[in-house]
């Protein structure tokens, strides 16, 4: 069955730390893998992707994320937060050939100090 | 672009009462989804749109729930009748047929008294 999962509900850190948020995932077929960000009262923005090549993913805002097969997992990172990163994060897993059907994780809440 | 549109921003209702959520898609998407946000369950897929005809369903949760998306710049979400179970936040997405990447809006929270 396809599931991911998102061991941290919640995470702090300061602000100019760096970042890395977990991701699991558990899917029977080639993964097509996402990092969404829902800033408060809004909606979920798209921060990056992954479907295949370069295992290392750049995405918007700084963020970056790395997809490791032997491990299930597609960790999101960054290496200096700022205040503004403060929001709840996602990760998703869909087929590769169905762009419609997305299993989300629970969601990580990034608090983040001055 | 405005963005995908759902009203209201808020809903509170009482317990028997039918709920009717309005979300507007971004102009040219072929494909809308709405989702379902709940502390227990995360956010759930509960019905997708391809040329506002209804593909897949499986994630609506019993026939209480209904969708409808009578044209491409209007879709309805509606439950009949709401139960405090159903309190949540409801998402809708759309995207264009050439990528995967779906917009979604602010969502409506609704809460079920």
């Known amino acids: 069955a396809q599931s991911v999962t998102q061991p941290d509900i919640h995470i702090t850190v300061s602000e100019g730390a760096s970042l890395e948020l977990r991701c699991n995932y558990s899917?029977?077929?080639?993964?097509?893998l996402f990092w969404y960000v829902q800033s408060p009262g809004q909606g979920l923005q798209l921060l990056l992707k992954?479907?295949?090549?370069?295992?290392l993913v750049q995405g918007i805002k700084g963020f970056e994320a790395e997809f490791k097969r032997s491990q299930s997992s597609f960790n999101l990172r960054k290496p200096s937060v700022h205040w503004s990163d403060a929001a709840e994060y996602f990760c998703?897993?869909?087929?590769?050939?169905?762009?419609?059907?997305?299993?989300f994780g629970s969601g990580t809440k990034l608090n983040v100090k001055p | 672009d405005a963005g995908v549109i759902q009203s209201p921003r808020h809903e509170v209702t009482e317990m028997g009462q039918e709920v009717t959520l309005r979300c507007k898609p971004i102009?040219?998407?072929?494909?809308l989804f709405w989702y379902r946000q709940t502390m227990m369950r995360g956010l759930e897929l509960l019905i997708y749109?391809?040329?506002?005809?209804?593909?897949?369903d499986s994630g609506m949760p019993e026939d209480r729930f209904s969708a409808k998306m009578p044209n491409a710049s209007f879709s309805t979400l509606k439950i009949q009748p709401s139960e405090p179970r159903d309190s949540a936040v409801y998402f809708c997405?759309?995207?264009?047929?050439?990528?995967?990447?779906?917009?979604f809006g602010p969502g409506t929270r609704l809460t079920v008294l």
């Open positions: 997405a759309s995207r264009p047929r050439t990528t995967d990447t779906q917009y």
């Open positions: 899917y029977g077929a080639t993964p097509y």
């Open positions: 992954y479907f295949s090549g370069d295992t």
């Open positions: 998703a897993v869909g087929a590769a050939d169905n762009f419609n059907k997305f299993y």
């Open positions: 102009s040219g998407h072929d494909y």
């Open positions: 749109f391809n040329n506002n005809v209804p593909i897949d």
